[in-house]
């Protein structure tokens, strides 16, 4: 840290704070985090609109589909709409042919009301009310997962219209996100819940997991494949259609993740072991909504507390950076105007607006002096984002403004 002396006194730095955070500080860089944007189009963008607001970017929703339907050739990719819903999202993900992972009557009324047709999309919701079966099949979707014998019962009325996938939970330590401890039957009950299933004159199809989102390695997947493909080779009074891998794709939020193709990889070969005439589905969400959205911030007040310097946005946690709170998530986030990597920087912390002191989005985060006005922008905010947000203290929601291509990839091999 350069120089710590502009309008706060360094010695109103309390000294071993100051040490730790001048040691820390010190071994960061200030790369022009905004570089891959278009910086004039933010500017316009700012200019027309009232912050804070997201920005959805369609060119990257395409770009992130096809990166992934490249790295998974002949997988079937259901967007797990619950990640982020705009229509204009799905509108471009159904043009591009994708298929939609659904979850309650709400998404199966939002993809139907943009035009999608019902035997493209797969309800993975283990739990559902008989009026959510109704309207789904209703729908025209008739593939249900389900993992638990109360479940499998559910289905009995509508024996003849529907196909089940088994969801097995297999846990995984590099997932950031636990989604096998709430759902999946474990692996020695599978035999018992697909007979279940068969005795009630059901038709089971297929076997479902998700290992967790934003997994950091690609093998709790490969794993879950493995046992897959053996309990498929075990139940052979199955007819086996459908192996679906779930999501969990990972995208990068303060640091590097494992390139999609590289992650992809090992999956693909763990694939091969399955019988040919089975087809393999994934449900991405995160992979493919998050580094598409941004969100555009103003610092709406500024305070000196402590050896900080309190910088208060106009959206939080409890608005579309309430997947901090929900999906773990830490966004990167940046002053709009240039960063001079060599200028001076300050032991810092962004508030969110509302009264509650939980809603503090980053502690520890070093900036150049600000000021009251300035633009923020806070990047791979598209997924779990302003899904979770709240209007708590009557703060509205940021508004979505859609535009194509505001990234640039021309640096990309
Ligand atoms: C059943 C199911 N499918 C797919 C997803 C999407 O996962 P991801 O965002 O990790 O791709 C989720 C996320 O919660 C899920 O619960």
């Not at 933010?42 to 997201?54: C, D, G, I, Q």
């Not at 009026?131 to 993992?147: P, S």
């Not at 709009?336 to 503090?360: E, H, I, Q």
């Amino acid at each position: 840290m350069k120089n710590l002396n502009s309008e706060f006194s360094v010695e109103q730095l309390v000294g071993e704070e100051l040490e730790q955070l001048e040691q820390h500080f010190a071994e960061q860089t200030h790369p022009d985090e905004l570089e891959q944007f278009d910086r004039a189009s933010l500017k316009e963008l700012v200019a027309e609109h009232e912050t804070p607001f997201m920005v959805l970017d369609l060119e990257e929703v395409e770009y992130q589909y096809l990166a992934l339907q490249a790295a998974l050739p002949g997988v079937k990719l259901f967007y797990a709409v619950k990640s982020l819903s705009h229509p204009s999202l799905i509108k471009r993900l159904k043009n591009l042919g994708s298929q939609f992972d659904l979850a309650t009557t709400g998404e199966v009324e939002l993809v139907k009301g943009l035009g999608v047709q019902g035997e493209k999309c797969i309800h993975t919701h283990p739990i559902k009310k008989d009026k959510d079966i109704k309207a789904a099949l209703e729908f025209g979707c008739h593939r249900f997962v389900v993992d638990n014998p109360a479940e499998v019962l559910k289905f009995i009325p509508y024996k003849d219209h529907v196909e089940l996938l088994v969801r097995v939970s297999f846990r995984s330590q590099d997932a950031v996100v636990d989604l096998s401890r709430k759902f999946g039957c474990a692996l020695e009950e599978l035999p018992g819940l697909v007979n279940l299933a068969i005795e009630n004159d059901l038709t089971v199809s297929g076997l479902s997991f998700h290992v967790g989102s934003q997994s950091l390695s690609p093998m709790a997947q490969v794993n879950a494949i493995k046992a897959s493909v053996h309990a498929m080779n075990e139940m052979t009074h199955v007819h086996w259609k459908w192996l679906d891998i779930g999501g969990s794709f990972p995208v990068s939020y303060q640091g590097p993740v494992t390139p999609i193709e590289d992650f992809c990889a090992p999956l693909m070969d763990a694939l091969k072991e399955l019988p040919e005439d089975i087809e393999v589905f994934a449900e991405p969400g995160r992979f493919i909504s998050a580094p598409a959205m941004i969100e555009v911030m103003s610092i709406m007040g500024k305070a000196k507390r402590g050896a900080r310097i309190w910088y208060y946005l106009d959206d939080g946690v409890y608005g579309a950076l309430s997947g901090q709170m929900f999906d773990h998530a830490k966004y990167p986030i940046s002053p709009l105007k240039p960063v001079d990597p060599m200028g001076d920087f300050y032991p810092s912390v962004l508030a969110g607006p509302t009264c509650d002191s939980v809603d503090v989005v980053d502690e520890d985060i070093e900036l150049p002096e600000l000021q009251v006005g300035d633009i923020m922008v806070a990047r791979q905010m598209g997924a779990y984002t302003i899904a979770s947000a709240t209007e708590f203290n009557y703060y509205p929601k940021p508004k979505v403004v859609v535009v194509e291509d505001l990234m640039d990839h021309t640096d990309d091999n």
